[in-house]
């Protein structure tokens, strides 16, 4: 067996290598260059750059990204080819992002592009390009288990990105490559150096590829212009509050920028959103103590280990937010295996539809799911079973278009 598990000479083993012209992906095809695999770097062209707002340095798929992985590709000595994703990429990505958003949700379109764009249409490419394995420059582990291999945390927990490759199956993950996994990024960027990579010291990306600005309203108003509608704000008691120019502007949790007018008589706390309703236009706030939630109902669940017995609760830690800490729950699978509802120890604020649920034990990602909806308090034995169709959150608006590291 070669370092990367394949049973073939090194010389002898294709990898294509993911390149988005930032420092880990380089780092990535230099690393399996140096160690004599044959490797092949691809960059995705997903979006239109000229029609983006002007990139910022700290955005990924920048204008200047393609240029950069190419002269590393270059410097590495190995092929390089850039692929036209675009179409595929606003199919699946973009149009989905604004869509969550038009439906009183939050999306989370690097997951969405991970789980499409990437590890299912670029995995693709790289087996017609007769490659035995496609490598990224994710931070996060592949581990060798019983029953095949396994998604782990990175072991530099600062940049774990785990959260955002819940969705990778299981045959993905048996032609997945992670070798950046047991590395912090101050090695990654000391190996770019020795390498003599110009990209040793580039930032890191930090906003949405096609919002380079961070003006995802401006993108969604671009798009779906007759779908942003105005409505109210109201109180969790009922008042009304005042007004907001379209649900897309929200998610749960937002404290800033709610125009509110007045607050209830007594009300002198801060406000935030604690419940979105597309269908009637209406954003909901509340006090901070409104937006505790202890259930959470997960759909299109992906499981990376043996999911529970239908019935049976697990076990688990789970992650709300890419940002949020790990936090201790019981997970039961819903009889169609495509849901799953999430019972946490403790409530959690600011749960928001559209987000991921990721579950863990220890270091593993046994899988995860997107949230349709939470709730303030545990199901009771009084309350009805939990299908995955009925947990789905407001369907999208008739008309609407459908659905790298």
């Known amino acids: 067996m070669n370092s990367l598990g394949i049973d073939k000479r090194p010389g002898d083993t294709r990898v294509v290598v993911a390149m988005s012209g930032g420092v880990d992906s380089a780092v990535t095809a230099a690393l399996l260059a140096e160690q004599g695999y044959d490797v092949v770097g691809v ?34 000595g190995i092929p390089h080819y850039v692929l036209d994703y675009e179409s595929r990429f606003k199919q699946s990505v973009i149009d989905d992002f604004v869509d969550t958003y038009l439906a009183g949700a939050t999306p989370v379109p690097c997951v969405r592009c991970n789980q499409t764009v990437k590890f299912r249409d670029l995995l693709a490419t790289a087996r017609e390009l007769g490659a035995e ?87 969604i108003e671009r798009l779906r212009p007759a779908a942003v509608e105005p409505g109210d704000i109201v109180h969790v008691d009922g008042t009304v509050l005042g007004r907001h120019a379209g649900v897309a502007h929200f998610t749960v949790g937002q404290r800033r920028g709610l125009a509110i007018d007045r607050k209830p008589r007594g009300q002198g706390d801060p406000l935030f959103v604690v419940a979105i309703d597309a269908a009637a236009r209406r954003v909901v706030v509340g006090p901070r103590a409104a937006l505790a939630r202890e259930r959470v109902v997960v759909g ?25 800490a790990l936090q201790p729950a019981a997970v039961v699978a819903t009889a169609d295996g495509m849901g799953a509802v999430v019972t946490l120890d403790h409530p959690a604020e600011a749960v928001a539809p559209g987000q991921a649920c990721v579950l863990y034990a220890g270091e593993r990602v046994l899988g995860g799911g997107w949230i349709r909806r939470a709730e303030a308090a545990p199901a009771t034995a009084s309350d009805p079973p939990v299908s995955s169709q009925a947990a789905e959150w407001p369907s999208r608006r008739p008309g609407s278009g459908g659905r790298f590291a």
């Open 43 to 76: 960059t995705l062209q997903l979006y239109d750059q000229g029609a983006a707002a002007p990139a910022r340095a700290r955005s990924c798929c920048a204008g200047q990204d393609i240029h950069d992985a190419r002269r590393a590709a270059g410097k590495i």
């Open 133 to 219: 394995a496609l490598a990224t420059g994710h931070y996060v582990r592949r581990v060798a288990g019983e029953r095949g291999p396994e998604l782990h945390r990175a072991a530099d927990p600062v940049r774990d990105q785990s959260y955002f490759l819940f969705a990778t199956t299981r045959a993905q993950l048996d032609f997945l490559r992670f070798p950046l996994g047991d590395m912090r990024k101050d090695e990654t960027r000391a190996l770019a150096r020795r390498f003599a990579l110009d990209l040793a010291e580039k930032p890191d990306s930090q906003d949405i590829c096609f919002v380079p600005d961070g003006n995802y309203q401006r993108v």
């Open 300 to 324: 299109e669940v992906n499981w990376l280990a043996d999911p529970p017995a239908a019935g049976a609760a697990l076990r688990v830690a789970v992650k709300l937010r890419s940002t949020s």
